[in-house]
């Protein structure tokens, strides 16, 4: 008497380790089409049933092109500042004991509770031509507020908890004693940091550079107090894009965030390949 094929299979079948793998993979296959690809995939047929030539002439045209790259560029330089300022700080939390520490640790995540337009209306406040920081730099020539320096602060404002609560869980598994034991080897400071702690928390580093800059791209409260909004000069994309669906140009605002959806997967995609590669050179991950 022979088994049947079914029967012959399931003898050779691997047992899984976690139980109920189909359903929640295709619970989970559902939630993300429903939430996040449906909505993107609808941006895109929307965008695209304009034609290519009038697609090419709203994605390419210089007001278009002028707040993108305002808003991709100084979503960069802010999470370039913050990728520094970021580790600076996770390290200092993690490593030394000091008074007003838990005050501290507990104010950077201010700008993930605080409102973004109440984060921008204290910004516009502070560094505006009569405020207590644009009043001093006024007669040194430095104009902050209403300039893409202006909206570089305010992100470096919303993106700094991402890079120091990313990097920060890392940094406090590196044993302390790699650290010593590369001084005992007769390694100074700036070598411990650049070939021990540095490559530790390099993935962690790129993800909080990653994180800072997605949202730096999106971001439009804590921005257009700042920002002046004067096309060509501080007009951020997000902002156009609301301009234009105010004009009840529909087609023309699918178009720009259709443009920055493709640029930040394609930096996205970017700074991912870049993360793996990393974990792979360094054995972590």
Same mark, same amino acid.
């Given at each position: ?63 278009? %092109? ?7 560029? $100084?979503? /960069? +330089?802010? &999470?370039?500042?913050?990728? *520094? ?112 702690? %540095? ?7 790129? $993800?909080? /550079? +990653?994180? &800072?800059?997605?949202?730096? *791209? ?68």
């Amino acid at each position: 008497m022979t088994l049947s094929a079914a029967q012959s299979q399931s003898w050779f079948r691997a047992p899984s380790i976690l139980p109920g793998f189909g359903l929640t993979m295709g619970v989970t296959i559902f939630w993300l089409g429903f939430i996040v690809l449906i909505p993107l995939g609808a941006l895109l047929f929307k965008s695209a049933s304009l034609g290519w030539t009038e697609f090419w002439e709203i994605a390419f045209s210089s007001r278009t %092109l002028g707040a993108l790259k305002l808003s991709f560029g $100084t979503a /960069f +330089a802010a &999470a370039m500042v913050n990728a *520094v300022m970021g580790l600076l700080l996770a390290f200092v939390l993690v490593r030394y004991q000091f008074i007003g520490k838990r005050i501290i640790d507990a104010a950077i995540d201010l700008p993930f509770a605080l409102p973004t337009a109440v984060a921008g209306i204290a910004l516009a406040t502070l560094y505006g031509p009569n405020g207590w920081i644009g009043s001093l730099l006024a007669p040194l020539g430095i104009k902050v507020a209403y300039t893409p320096l202006g909206i570089t602060i305010a992100l470096i404002f919303i993106g700094l908890p991402f890079v120091v609560r990313t990097v920060q869980p890392v940094l406090e598994e590196v044993e302390v004693e790699l650290e010593e034991a590369a001084a005992t080897l007769g390694a100074n400071r700036f070598q411990t940091i650049t070939k021990v702690i %540095l490559p530790t928390v390099l993935p962690a580093l790129l $993800t909080g /550079f +990653a994180l &800072a800059l997605a949202r730096g *791209v999106g971001e439009y409260g804590s921005v257009i107090f700042i920002a002046g909004n004067i096309p060509y000069v501080s007009e951020i994309a997000p902002l156009l894009i609301v301009i234009r669906l105010e004009e009840f140009d529909v087609p023309a605002a699918t178009v720009v965030a259709a443009t920055m959806l493709m640029i930040s997967f394609s930096i996205l995609l970017l700074i991912n390949l870049i993360q793996t590669i990393s974990r792979r050179r360094f054995g972590r991950g």
